[in-house]
């Protein structure tokens, strides 16, 4: 099945800073999501962009997507302790009237105060 | 509240035991997955149910089992087959429809004693 990858695996930055999180995937797709995980719990969705979409905006988020690339891009602007988190794609599609979302193995965020 | 419960946060699985996760929703949602995530993993499918009475396997369903008798529950049966269990178990289910975003419970931490 095809799956997401983000990149990088780990990020460390300071409060205030942006983060930038990308993901490439590998056949087409309907839409690609962004997912938020703290630790020891369940994802949260933040944002999703459909293929024919280019950029996308969520308060402090802002997701691009290159479709003739396959990859996505998340970035968290002026970054905050509370933005430490892990982060997922997810890309969407149709098998056999099904739709079936699959998740890349994300990023780990830590935003230092 | 509306929302997506699993139960319970923690099991301990013996050996030659099955154990079964349980996963309820009263968000109306036809669409249920259940996802099994590794420590610093991705989340992998291990089955997925589009409407009651109807389920289908997906990426790593061997040694899982399920059942979808009411559109509200979705549980999860690993049974003795399952030689690898401990993992964190993720159950989401979505709306049909335009927007395809995945609800999350807070996840079953399996482990084995």
């Known amino acids: 099945s095809q799956q997401g990858e983000e990149d990088p695996q780990a990020l460390s930055i300071q409060e205030g800073e942006n983060a930038t999180m990308n993901c490439s995937y590998k056949t087409s797709i309907n839409n690609l999501q962004w997912y938020r995980q703290n630790s020891g719990r369940g994802l949260v969705h933040l944002i999703l962009i459909r293929s024919n979409e280019r950029e996308k905006h969520s308060g402090r988020l802002r997701v691009t997507l290159d479709t003739s690339k396959k990859s996505s891009s998340l970035l968290i602007t002026a970054s905050r302790a509370a933005d430490t988190a892990s982060y997922f794609c997810?890309?969407?599609?149709?098998?056999?009237?099904?739709?079936?979302?699959?998740f890349g193995r994300g990023t780990s965020l830590i935003v230092h105060p | 509240d509306g929302g997506i419960t699993q139960s319970p946060k923690y099991l301990f699985r013996k050996e030659g035991q099955n154990v079964t996760l349980s996963c309820e929703q009263n968000l109306n949602h036809d669409a249920m997955y259940w996802y099994r995530q590794d420590p610093g993993q991705g989340l992998r499918l291990i089955y997925y149910s589009q409407i009651v009475n109807d389920f289908q396997k997906g990426d790593i369903a061997e040694g899982y089992s399920v059942s979808r008798e009411k559109k509200e529950s979705f549980p999860l049966t690993v049974t003795s087959a399952q030689k690898n269990p401990t993992a964190f178990y993720l159950c989401?289910?979505?709306?049909?429809?335009?927007?395809?975003?995945?609800?999350f419970g807070s996840g079953t931490q399996l482990s084995v004693l």
């Open positions: 989401a289910s979505r709306s049909r429809g335009t927007n395809e975003k995945l609800f």
């Open positions: 997810a890309t969407g599609s149709t098998s056999g009237g099904s739709y079936i979302p699959t």
